[in-house]
Antibody
Framework: QVHLQQWGAGLLKPSETLSLACAVY????????WIWIRQSPGKGLEWIGE???????NYSPSLKSRVTISVDTSKTQFSLRLSSVTAADTAVYYC???????????????WGQGTTVTVSS | EIVLTQSPGTLSLSPGERATLSCRAS???????LAWYQQKPGQAPRLLIY???NRATGIPGRFSGSGSGTDFTLTISRLEPEDFAVYYC?????????FGPGTKVDI
């Protein structure tokens, strides 16, 4: 059974760089979009960005200048980096998988367990 | 950017009742790439519906999705106790992908 395991630093100071990783277990890595989403305390879901099967990326315009999503296919994992964090970046961060097949895009069917990131001086 | 509006914000119902949740988009959702997710406290969201009307693997038949263009609906035919949660719609036909603010279904 496919599952995503994510990890990374949970406490950051303002101006530092958030770095999270998400590993894929029990399934293939290629042929999927890999997504990062966050949820601020008591708030809704915010899409951060994605990396597509061809390696291209799409990012939220509000975060684009600070975010990088990359993959390490040899380790079947992907990563999120968000630079110059502030208190507004405090949130639970989720990784997720999205299938793409025959030019059809499916929903986010597999999610990581979530990582709580707090930005505080 | 496509803005999604969900209504109502909160839906107070009892087990066995029918729930109808609405998601309206500010622009046409390309290819009906509209998904619905359920989230319970302390848990990651769970995919219920993709492509506006397709149930995800393992999702009970009491959940159904409909709609196209800018208006979409999630229906839960008969609420079970485990269905009380927050429901989000998401469009993924255009970038940036966006989520609605959520509808809380409570007792």
């Amino acid at each position: 059974q496919v599952h995503l395991q994510q990890w990374g630093a949970g406490l950051l100071k303002p101006s530092e760089t958030l770095s999270l990783a998400c590993a894929v277990y029990g399934g293939s890595f290629g042929g999927y979009c890999w997504i990062w989403i966050r949820q601020s305390p008591g708030k809704g879901l915010e899409w951060i960005g994605e990396i597509n099967p061809d390696g291209s990326t799409n990012y939220s315009p509000s975060l684009k200048s600070r975010v990088t999503i990359s993959v390490d296919t040899s380790k079947t994992q992907f990563s999120l980096r968000l630079s110059s964090v502030t208190a507004a970046d405090t949130a639970v961060y989720y990784c997720a998988r999205q299938a793409v097949a025959w030019n059809y895009i499916y929903g986010l069917d597999i999610w990581g367990q979530g990582t709580t990131v707090t930005v505080s001086s | 950017e496509i803005v999604l509006t969900q209504s109502p914000g909160t839906l107070s119902l009892s087990p066995g009742e029918r729930a109808t949740l609405s998601c309206r988009a500010s622009q046409t959702v390309s290819s009906s790439y509209l998904a619905w997710y359920q989230q319970k406290p302390g848990q990651a969201p769970r995919l219920l519906i993709y492509g506006a009307s397709n149930r995800a693997t393992g999702i009970p038949g009491r959940f159904s999705g409909s709609g196209s263009g800018t208006d979409f609906t999630l229906t839960i035919s008969r609420l079970e106790p485990e269905d009380f949660a927050v429901y989000y719609c998401q469009q993924y036909g255009s970038s940036p992908r966006t989520f609605g603010p959520g509808t809380k279904v409570d007792i």
